[in-house]
């Protein structure tokens, strides 16, 4: 038919070819990063680096689909010249600008690697700015590695070279209405694909790719940088970072009064198991043990379970999360990195080494592993798991019954709890992360329980209580186990969720999670009620000191069960303001100045006490808030979080 005669197959298969070319020309730039700094990044054999080459496609398909977004669509877009001499003569020089530009970044980070320990990221742009003698640094820097030079002339040159060897015939259509019919359906295909390209795939259950998923895939996090590509890290950083070292004090001042090393001395003659429990959007509203003294009219709880356990647990009524974001739980609770205005673990500095309770236990000989139920990688758990040194991952693909998947994000809580509990253990002392996923948008739970909760008065009622009847069918099972006695169980929340009481809906306590500590072993003397303020950042060192680990601790937070009070300073951010709870007052802080200060039990920031009350505490507290932000900046932006 002379309709499918107008479909332009010429055209889309050498423009298939031109981009398949940049998946080559970024593969070679791959080997040859590797090879220049194989010294710095250990790869143990031929396999192990084709698997990383492999995993890198991901973001090489990212980087690509960014610098050639123009070239695609000019390539494809209907306006007849498209194969005549003089446009493809346009679209070559397109094509070698924006590629070259884009592929040299790559080459650069060959001899700067060594030096930064991180794929090129837009930081760059704000290092260069302040520095005179930029230009003079490059020619040096390729005067003594004159052979990068020579490879990004070569392979540019062959590039060239491949390129011109498939070449348009130009033709003219015959029928203009299917000429522009084809184009626009190959047209709006081809978006759908690059957008899926840019993202790094179509699942729901996933964000788009970041730097923290070159992780996924590697043994030593170091390997993440052979992953990446440097187009991918330096796009993808764009615009993104607001990690800038500042100076409001000096050292002294933060070692005084910030004291971002702890240490404890608690002796450990039989190292407890760890269990961490991090419940998907587990708000503190919904929970009745953290409810009694809140006087809230007409409350009702939707976690009976937890309650009960809350009776004979340490629980702490008034903590806080550091996050906005389920990765951001993650960062907090496990390494005691609280996110602010951007999120570290989507920041570029991701990619360091971080002393964390998952690196803490490894020292002490715990076997160390992280479970979520969703498909592996999601939400980056996988990659910063790497990062944080989890010797053990399961997740869907483990699990390996699809049947239990609820469709959209991950594996119902109950089996996947179940096979949490059997699972563990195998080897003593271990730690042991479970991220649960069921109660979460769109708030669904399994069939086979529809009419066994209330509906409550909001769409997260049911699943939270799906959630909480998994975590006591959990316990069921997991008290038959050998290991149970000895263990020290930690439940908080990622973060909130939907609110359904006026409480909850106060600024502050919209990062309201609860925070319990259970043993069945009374040995850990953990019981009671605990009104101090607390937060997610606390479990690392809390935990730390518990399993008996006494050498120096970085961390923000404390020891809620040690003798020794160390200050406690309260941290997160709403996206656009840092929050601090310093004594007995709250401080809003942009990054530069204090934009309000508030009485802590104002949580809904409604009466600023900024230039109406001044005393020494407050002062001292707006003081220590920049100190905590100047000292966060420094270890995160020089890699000192080890």
């Known amino acids: 038919m002379k309709f499918f005669k107008e479909f332009r197959k010429q055209e889309v298969l050498v423009l298939l070819y031109r981009i398949f070319l940049a998946y080559i020309f970024y593969q070679i730039a791959r080997l040859l990063f590797w090879y220049f700094n194989k010294k710095l990044i250990k790869v143990d054999s031929v396999s192990d680096y084709f698997n990383l080459a492999f995993h890198g496609t991901a973001f090489d398909t990212t980087a690509i689909l960014y610098v050639n977004a123009l070239f695609i669509l000019l390539s494809l877009v209907p306006i007849v010249i498209n194969t005549k001499k003089v446009y493809q003569t346009v679209l070559l020089w397109l094509y070698f600008i924006t590629n070259g530009i884009a592929y040299a970044m790559n080459f650069g980070d060959f001899i700067y690697y060594k030096f930064s320990q991180a794929r090129l990221t837009s930081t760059a742009l704000d290092v260069a700015k302040h520095e005179s003698n930029v230009f003079k640094v490059f020619t040096v820097s390729l005067g003594q590695h004159p052979f990068v030079l020579i490879w990004f002339v070569v392979l540019m040159a062959l590039w060239v070279f491949l390129y011109k060897k498939v070449k348009i015939t130009e033709q003219k259509p015959l029928k203009l209405i299917p000429y522009f019919i084809w184009s626009v359906v190959v047209l709006c295909g081809t978006i759908v694909l690059v957008i899926g390209g840019i993202r790094g795939d179509f699942k729901h259950s996933t964000r788009p790719i970041n730097l923290v998923d070159a992780n996924r895939f590697v043994v030593n996090p170091l390997q993440g940088n052979v992953v990446l590509n440097s187009t991918f890290s330096f796009f993808r950083t764009l615009g993104t970072n607001n990690f800038k070292e500042v100076h409001f004090v000096d050292e002294k001042y933060i070692n005084d009064n910030v004291q971002p090393y702890k240490i404890y001395d608690r002796e450990v003659a039989n190292r407890p198991n760890v269990v961490i429990f991090i419940v998907e959007s587990f708000g503190r509203e919904y929970s009745g043990a953290f409810n009694k003294d809140k006087n809230i009219k007409g ?40 996110s602010l205005t951007d999120a570290f673990t989507s920041s570029p500095y991701s990619n360091q080494k971080i002393q964390s309770i998952v690196s803490v236990c490894n020292d002490l000989g715990y076997d160390t592993s992280f479970y979520h139920g969703a498909p592996n990688g999601s939400m980056g758990f996988l990659g910063f798991g790497n990062i944080l040194g989890f010797k053990h991952y399961f997740g869907k693909n483990e699990y390996n019954h699809d049947e239990d998947f609820d469709g959209m994000w991950a594996v119902w809580d109950e089996p996947f709890l179940q096979y949490f509990a059997k699972n563990v253990g195998k080897r003593q002392p271990f730690m042991a992360t479970v991220f649960t996923a069921s109660s979460h948008h769109p708030f669904k739970i399994p069939e086979k329980y529809n009419g066994k909760f209330k509906k409550g008065t909001i769409e997260m009622h049911e699943p939270m209580q799906y959630t909480d009847y998994a975590i006591k069918k959990y316990f069921e099972t997991a008290k038959k186990q050998p290991w149970f006695n000895n263990t020290i169980f930690v439940f908080t929340g990622d973060h909130t969720n939907q609110v359904a009481y006026g409480e909850y809906e106060k600024a502050m306590n919209r990062f309201a999670v609860p925070l319990i500590l259970y043993s069945p072993n009374p040995e850990y003397n953990l019981k009671g009620v605990n009104p101090e303020t607390a937060q997610q950042i606390d479990i690392y060192p809390t935990l730390a000191d518990l399993i008996g680990y006494n050498k120096p601790i970085r961390s923000w937070g404390r020891s809620v069960v040690s003798d020794k009070k160390y200050p406690s300073i309260v941290v997160n951010s709403d996206g656009s303001s840092e929050q601090f709870i310093i004594g007995n007052h709250m401080y809003r802080f942009d990054g530069k100045e204090i934009t309000g200060v508030y009485d802590k039990n ?41």
């Open 602 to 642: 104002d949580l809904g920031f409604e009466n600023n006490l900024m230039g109406k009350l001044k005393t020494p505490e407050i002062e001292k507290g707006m003081q220590t808030a920049k100190a905590w932000f100047q000292d966060y900046m420094d270890r995160v932006i020089n890699r000192k979080l080890k």
């Open 299 to 338: 409350y009702v709880s939707y976690t009976p379970f937890i309650d009960s356990l809350a009776g004979q647990s340490l629980i702490f009524p008034n903590t806080f999360a550091n996050g906005r974001q389920s990765i951001h739980g993650m960062s907090s609770v496990l390494a005691g990195i609280p």
